[in-house]
Structures are given as structure tokens and as C-alpha cells.
């Protein structure tokens, strides 16, 4: 066991593939817990060992370890390490002795949902638990003192904590929480919780190394997909290649003797499919490529990109469209106008593309159904696993490991349900589902496919008098979630361009900018393709369309794009800031050589900004020199990890920009994997310098809202260079040559 979870994580995977070792990997891996304190032959559910609570946050050790328990997930983005700031600073402990786990979803049902949310999107992760989170840690320390006063019998108000040791003041006797968190732990919580203001923050606020780098950077780090367990087997599965195409049938006596094999399942339902059960899982997947399979159409097998283009184009000009946001009267400053300005937009569909395929792994019985996946939802994935086991959902629970990445596409459970179903199947046996990239590159759950025609009314001063935007496409809650529609519209279509005052949980989306007069509306269009939850979902392509819009109109003006974006920020002073602040560190109007390109948007609670530095070759060849970004999320909980996710937004934006589009002909995607879905490369990424500006106040997302800002930015600063405008994308299909 001990030499195992030694292993490299290279020699581990070709170990694996050439004799399957073996590696006990329970709920515990979750970063900062030790494998080698698991035991591969319990029944994890049954024979979990407690840590000492002092709450549901916080766990000590006798010898002052403190484990935080995070319910959300850890993707990359640092939730992790940024919620165990904010707990620790409350509780005043040793920052040197804090380690994470999760909770499961079973244990948070259980326990009246004392964890509340274990969805992880949005950029949710801290700006929507930090209350209750600190709340957790701070009343966790009063009990600790509390313990250590009573011990002593004294009053409560002549001990002070300072790093996890409570020092008696009067007699200078002191104790660590280690000594008196058993004692803590019997106590009633306090009703009355002060928090620290953020200006006597000492961890958090500060630029504490992440939790998980040591892990990640020795390759130590188990993902889903590294998960073995005793009398485990594997699982390949092959899914519908058409949209709507269903089962027809297979010929498994074809790979009965094929090596390894055990069984081969049919899996029904709403995520259907044909998965080979085998001792290895290349072994599953070579006999499941040999597995005579036949599918029959369905509505939607007929799909293709191309015509369904001709249909968003039209929904353009369409009479009617659900309303997002208007002011004032629009028509009449069109009527009026002395210069109307017209573009045309598009933004299209786009996977994921996890670095980890979707897998999870599951054990079935009739008492009871465990899950073992890298999820952003585990709630939904502990429901969807109840589901698919047939079972209530007290008796099933899932362990949520890390991710290999998520940014959305981990909050659907239809891996989970799947590998269940197969489970069930073969009661009692572990199994691991592993899908192959090209199934994860066909089987997305794509960021929606939208167009815009946005429409500028100029007076003879070049002030912006009118400004309408159409939205045609995909409405992601019409495919996942038609009961959070509003009279059949979708709120989330507008993000970023919502007026201020929308209802609770649009807040976060509004336009920031001011115009007499405005109207935003959208055609609904839904092709047979389902959509999801992308990193910084419908605020990436509606960034696109205002903020290349707007580089358009101030050009039209005659003006600054800096001057005319600042015109417009009289009742946002937080947008002003962030653009004015990458204007100053890019040396906007500065004749160097470089084109340079504006972007300001708000989005997910936080105002972003971008300047791209960009030349263009007389042969059509773009670089990209730099990027100045500037955030404000209102609080920086830790900024090492905002310059981080910053700087991961980019190269998820520009890889978007530049590179990725799905397509389908056929009903089937054209895209099979990175070969033809390519992403950023290390060569061609310019350098980001990042700008955290917190202003306080409010509690801003980080994980997505730049992802906004990048493609506009860039698009801008190409025309800045050539007096091109690119209005489709991606770009790697436009020429930059004939400018």
C-alpha cells in the first residue's frame, strides 16, 4: 500500500495499463488528507473514521491539525485553499496545520443540509458561502476559548488566541486547540457571531500558496480517473454518434472471447449507450471498438451547422423576441439620428474540453449504491446516482474527488448515471467509467450558439443616442432548466446586459453603462444540440457584441474608444476604475508599434477590463504581445490566486477566440478531438499582467468574469492594426491579410 501511493504519477499510469496495480484510493483524497491513512479493503461508507469536531467546519486533531471541510468544489481555481483562508482567519488558528476535505452530499442531507450548497459554478465558490463559512470558523473559535475558560474557571473575556494556542491573560497558562477541541465540540454554538472586518484580516487577504501545489506539481495529485480498487473493473462506453439517434441493436457474441471481457450493457434512458465491462479498460475499449453496433435515427440526426446559420440569421429581423432590457424609446433617437450604425455578430458552439475525460466509478448493491467522481455538483450527482440505482437516496452517497478540470461541464451528471446503471448491472463489483476524448469531444453539454445585430443612433456631436442589440440562438435553461423560464424567456441570455434592480440572482449580470435609450431582446432558436453552463456562460459572446459594438461607434464618432467608453460609466464608478486602470498601465495612446484594443464589462459581481497589445503581419499573421487586465471582485480573498485565475481565464478566452467552434453535419459533431478542437499553446500565449483592485463593498467572482473581456480585446486592437473588423468567430477561419 505504502509503496503504491508512492508511485510517480507516470509510472502509476503505465503501471496500470501493463499489470493493474492496485491503489486504495477512498473519500480521503481530497487534498491535504493522506492517502496512506486509508484502508483499500473497507467499505468506506460503513467504517469512515470521524475526526474530532469542533463543528461542521472545522475538525482538530489532538495534535492541532485543523481539517476544514469545504463543500464546494476544487477544479483549479484555488476554492479550496481561498474558503480555508476565510475559515481559518475566523478561527485564528496555525494557517501551518490546516488541511481540506470534503463532506460528502450523503453527510450534508443527513445532517439538514449544515454545509448548504455543494454547487460549484458561476464563480459562486467563495463570494456565495464566505457568510456562512467564516460564521463556521468564528464560532469555532469562541468554543475553543470557551473549552479552555472552563477548564480553568475563568471568565471567558481574559483569554485571547493567537495561532491556535488560547493563552490565559492573569496567569499566563496557556492550551492548544488540539487539548480542548473534544471538549469544544460538546458545547451549544454560539446565537451571537461578530466577523472580522476585511481591513484586520492577517490570512486571508494575503497571498497564501495554494493547498494542492505541492501534489500537482510532484504529480502526486489522484484524479477520478487515477482510481483503483480491489476486484475492480472498467468500463468503455460508446454513445448515440448522431443527435436524437437511439439503440438498434449489438451483436456481443462478436467479443465474448475478446481478452478481459465480462459483459457488455445497454444503457437506457436519457443518456443512453453501449458500454464493454473488462478487467483492464483498453481491454474494454478494444472489444467495445469490435462490438457490431447499429443505430437508429431519431429527430435531429439530419442536423447541420450550415442551415441552422440561415435560421439564426433570420431570427435577426424576426418580429417577435422576449425583451431583457429597455430604456427610454429607441425608435425616435433612430429617427433622429444623424449617423446609424449596423453590425452583425456571431458566436459559436463550444466544448468544454476537461484535460480529464468524464469518468466516475460506482459500487452497487441492493442495500446500497456508492459513487467515487470528479463533480462540480454533488448533490445533483448524489440524486442522479439515486436515481439510476433504483434506491432511496439515504442509502447512497458520493465521494467527489478532484477535478481535471471542469469550467461547467462537471455540473451535469450524466457519467454519473451511467455508471451506475452498468454498476447495477454487476452487483457488488466496483466499476470505472472512463469515457474516451472522442466521446467527450461529441458528448459535450456546448457553450449556445448565438448571433447579434446591434444597431448604434449618432447625433451630429457623435453622442450615442439609441443603442439596440437583437439576440438570436440557444437559450440554455430551455434545454436543462424550461422551469426557470420567465414567460418563456431567459434571463440568463442576457447576462451582462440585464438592467439594474433585475430580481434576485441576476444582480450579479446588469450592464454597467448608461444610455438614454436601449433596447435588448432576444429570438429564441434551439437547435437539437444540448447546451450547458461554459465558463462565463452568455456574458462571453454578449461582451463580444457590446464591446466590439461600442469600439465600432466610437470610431464612427470620431472619438477616443477610451473617452466614449468613459462617457458612459457616470453611474459606475467600479467600471470606470478597471478601465481607466488598464488605459494607464498599457499606455493607451502611445505610438510604440503596437495596436492596442479596449474591453470593460461586469459580470458574475465583478468589474473586469482589458487592454490587448497586438501587431499584424503584412502576411495576415496576428500576435499577441500583452494583455493588461484589471479586476475588481470587491474583496481579494487571496490575490496570488486571482492573478492565477486571471491569467487561466485568458488562455480559456483566447483559445475560445482564436480556435475552438464545434460544428455538425449529419447530426453528428465534426470535431473528434484536440487535433481538430485545438487550444491555446504555451508559445503563442502573450503575457498577462494582472491588475486586483478590490474596491470592498461587495463580493465579486473571479473564475469567469475575464473570460469576457478577452475576445473583445483582441478583436478591437486587430482593427487598431489592420482596420479590419472581425465579427465571426473563431478566428483561426478569418484572414487578416487583406486588410
Not at 43 to 55: G, I, R, T, Y
Not at 322 to 344: H, K, L, M, T, Y
Not at 345 to 355: D, E, K, S, V
Request: hydrophobic share 40%.
Amino acid at each position: 500500500m505504502a509503496d503504491t501511493i508512492k508511485l510517480s504519477r507516470r509510472n502509476f499510469i503505465i503501471g496500470t495499463g501493463a499489470a493493474g496495480l492496485t491503489i486504495g484510493i477512498l473519500a480521503s483524497c481530497a487534498p491535504g488528507s493522506d492517502p496512506s491513512d486509508t484502508d483499500a479493503d473497507a467499505p468506506p461508507m460503513a467504517d469512515a473514521d470521524p475526526l474530532p469536531e469542533v463543528n461542521a467546519w472545522v475538525h482538530i486533531k489532538p495534535d492541532d491539525t485543523v481539517t476544514i471541510r469545504i463543500a464546494r468544489s476544487e477544479m483549479g481555481q484555488g476554492t479550496l485553499t481561498g474558503l480555508a483562508q476565510l475559515v481559518a482567519e475566523e478561527l485564528e488558528c496555525d494557517w501551518e496545520k490546516v488541511t481540506t476535505e470534503y463532506p460528502t452530499p450523503g453527510e450534508n442531507l443527513a445532517r439538514d443540509r449544515v454545509w448548504k450548497d455543494f454547487s460549484t459554478g458561476g464563480s459562486r465558490g467563495i463570494r456565495g458561502s464566505h457568510d456562512y463559512v467564516r460564521e463556521g470558523g468564528a464560532a469555532a473559535r469562541m468554543m475553543l476559548i470557551q473549552a479552555a475558560a472552563t477548564r480553568w474557571d475563568v471568565p471567558v473575556d481574559e483569554c485571547s488566541v493567537t495561532k491556535g494556542v488560547i493563552t490565559h491573560g492573569p496567569s499566563g497558562d496557556t492550551l492548544t486547540y488540539g487539548a480542548v477541541a473534544e471538549d469544544a465540540g460538546k458545547l451549544t454554538p454560539p446565537t451571537e457571531i461578530t466577523l472580522k472586518d476585511p481591513s484586520e484580516w492577517t490570512i486571508a487577504g494575503q497571498p497564501k500558496q495554494r493547498l494542492d501545489t505541492i501534489d500537482k506539481t510532484t504529480g502526486a495529485q489522484k484524479y477520478g480517473s487515477d482510481i483503483q480498487m480491489d476486484g475492480m473493473l472498467n468500463a468503455a462506453i460508446k454513445q448515440p454518434p448522431k443527435r436524437g439517434a437511439t439503440l438498434a441493436s449489438f451483436d456481443e457474441s462478436a467479443i465474448a472471447d475478446m481478452p478481459g471481457v465480462k459483459k457488455v450493457v445497454e444503457i437506457d434512458g436519457q443518456f443512453p449507450g453501449v458500454a464493454v465491462v473488462a478487467d483492464y479498460w483498453w481491454q474494454a475499449k478494444t472489444a467495445l471498438d469490435a462490438l457490431p453496433i447499429e443505430w437508429a435515427s431519431g429527430e435531429g440526426s439530419d442536423f447541420s451547422s450550415s442551415a441552422f446559420d440561415t435560421e439564426l440569421d433570420a431570427a435577426l429581423d424576426a418580429d417577435e423576441a422576449f425583451v431583457g432590457n429597455q430604456v427610454g424609446d429607441v425608435e425616435p433617437a433612430f429617427e433622429n439620428a444623424a449617423q446609424v450604425i449596423e453590425a452583425r455578430y456571431n458566436a459559436p458552439l463550444q466544448n468544454h474540453a476537461c484535460m480529464e475525460p468524464m469518468n466516475a466509478t460506482a459500487v452497487w448493491t441492493e442495500e446500497k449504491c456508492e459513487v467515487w467522481c470528479p463533480t462540480q455538483n454533488g448533490e445533483a450527482a448524489l440524486a442522479a446516482a439515486a436515481e439510476a440505482a433504483e434506491l432511496p437516496i439515504g442509502q447512497c452517497d458520493v465521494y467527489k474527488l478532484l477535478l481535471g478540470g471542469g469550467f461547467g461541464r462537471r455540473g451535469m451528471s450524466d457519467y454519473v448515471t451511467q455508471v451506475v446503471k452498468i454498476a447495477k448491472q454487476m452487483p457488488g463489483t466496483p466499476i470505472k467509467l472512463l469515457w474516451t476524448r472522442e466521446e467527450d469531444m461529441e458528448h459535450g453539454f456546448y457553450h449556445p450558439i448565438t448571433k447579434a445585430k446591434c444597431q448604434g443612433a449618432l447625433d451630429a456631436d457623435g453622442n450615442l443616442t439609441g443603442l439596440k442589440i437583437r439576440l438570436s440562438g440557444q437559450s440554455i435553461l430551455s434545454g436543462l432548466m424550461p422551469q426557470a423560464l420567465r414567460n418563456g424567456m431567459d434571463a440568463y441570455v442576457f447576462q451582462g446586459l440585464l438592467p439594474m434592480g433585475q430580481s434576485v440572482g441576476a444582480e450579479d449580470q446588469t450592464l454597467k453603462y448608461t444610455f438614454p435609450n436601449l433596447l435588448v431582446d432576444h429570438a429564441m432558436r434551439n437547435p437539437p444540440v444540448r447546451p450547458g453552463f461554459w465558463r462565463g456562460v452568455n456574458a462571453n459572446q454578449n461582451a463580444i457584441y457590446l464591446e466590439c459594438f461600442m469600439d465600432e461607434l466610437a470610431h464612427a464618432a470620431g472619438r477616443d474608444p477610451l473617452e466614449f467608453r468613459l462617457a458612459h460609466t457616470q453611474d459606475s464608478p467600479e467600471l470606470a476604475a478597471v478601465l481607466q486602470a488598464v488605459a494607464d498601465k498599457s499606455g493607451w495612446g502611445n505610438d510604440d508599434g503596437l495596436s492596442r484594443g479596449l474591453c470593460a464589462f461586469y459580470s458574475f459581481g465583478s468589474y473586469t477590463a482589458a487592454c490587448a497589445e497586438v501587431t499584424v503581419s503584412d502576411d495576415g499573421d496576428l500576435k499577441i504581445h500583452r494583455i493588461v487586465a484589471a479586476t475588481d471582485p470587491g474583496h481579494a480573498v487571496n490575490p496570488q490566486q486571482i492573478d492565477a485565475q486571471v491569467s487561466g481565464s485568458f488562455v480559456y478566452g483566447l483559445s475560445a477566440a482564436l480556435y475552438e467552434e464545434i460544428t455538425f453535419e449529419d447530426g453528428e459533431v465534426q470535431q473528434k478531438n484536440f487535433n481538430t478542437y485545438p487550444s491555446m499553446r504555451i508559445a503563442a500565449m502573450p503575457e498577462v499582467e494582472t491588475i486586483v483592485m478590490p474596491s470592498g463593498g461587495f463580493w465579486g467572482g473571479v473564475g469567469e468574469p475575464t473570460i469576457a473581456v478577452a475576445a473583445p480585446a483582441v478583436l478591437n486592437a486587430i482593427y487598431a492594426a489592420t482596420g479590419k473588423r472581425i465579427r465571426q468567430l473563431p478566428l483561426k477561419d478569418q484572414s487578416l491579410r487583406d486588410a
